[in-house]
């Protein structure tokens, strides 16, 4: 087996592995009733979209709960991202397009909306009218988010600033979940459609390749320095790690590798 066919099966193992983590993301956000019908549904994308757009709350403790696993799934799903853009071929066609986004793209996302499966298009509908902006299927982000180390340099503990009242302790409280409900509808089309978004970071990478060239310093890595995020800290102890744990140092390890043959070749 030559390393582009151990690169598809390892791929094809960590997708089916992300989208069992989705389902349970679905059933812990009230989005399905057990993890068989999250997987089987098709218009899972869809229906975390139009809950984004209602007025949907969930538990404190649920939202605490989903977090760092949604973190972690998003992060190691745009290692698998990387790695198959790392194969594909760049075409001379998409150097005319690439300058002129169709629509102005979310912090992160990239590139313009796609079509995706089971999460509605972005183009006009079939009665030839545009569709409105929050009827578009939200983006995944293709980068990480920059760590945040000013309360490191301050000198002071984290927080040390905040004037308002102290946080409400983990409960049942209801929270507001549309952001979340949105970030759960982007990885959902991601994972529907991983070709389409591999086509956009591939896109991405090469207005950043045009950018250095006219002279401007932009980063062509989607991924941050160090650990990704939703990893554990180096001293966790080993019963704290868990499937999805391997999964994200696993993912992160074929990206940095698929980086590295970007980079030198």
């Known amino acids: 087996m030559d390393r582009q066919d151990r690169w598809k099966s390892e791929t094809e193992r960590h997708h089916a592995t992300l989208l069992r983590l989705l389902a349970f993301i679905f059933v812990y956000a009230g989005l399905a009733d057990d993890t068989r019908a999250a997987l089987s549904d098709t218009r899972r994308a869809g229906r975390a979209t139009e809950a984004s757009r209602e007025a949907w709350t969930l538990p404190r403790r649920i939202v605490r709960m989903l977090l760092p ?4 799934v998003e992060a190691a799903t745009r290692r698998l991202i990387v790695v198959l853009a790392s194969s594909l071929p760049v075409r001379e066609s998409r150097a005319a397009n690439c300058g002129r986004p169709a629509t102005q793209p979310a912090q992160g996302a990239g590139d313009a909306p796609l079509r995706m499966h089971g999460g509605g298009t972005a183009g006009p509908s079939g009665d030839g009218k545009k569709p409105a902006a929050d009827a578009r299927p939200p983006l995944f982000a293709l980068t990480d988010r920059e760590k945040r180390y000013e309360w490191f340099f301050s000198g002071q503990p984290r927080g040390a600033g905040w004037k308002g009242p102290p946080p409400a302790m983990p409960g049942d409280d209801e929270l507001p979940a549309a952001g979340l409900l949105r970030r759960i509808a982007a990885l959902a089309n991601a994972l529907d459609d991983l070709p389409a978004q591999a086509d956009r970071l591939a896109r991405w990478r090469l207005r950043r390749i045009q950018a250095r060239a006219a002279g401007r310093h932009v980063a062509l890595s989607p991924l941050r320095p160090g650990s990704p995020p939703g990893s554990l800290p ?8 868990r499937e999805e744990h391997d999964l994200l140092s696993e993912t992160h390890t074929l990206a940095r590798a698929a980086l590295a043959r970007l980079d030198t070749s």
């Open 234 to 241: 180096l001293r966790a102890p080993k019963e704290t790690r």
């Open 69 to 72: 696993l949604l973190r972690l």
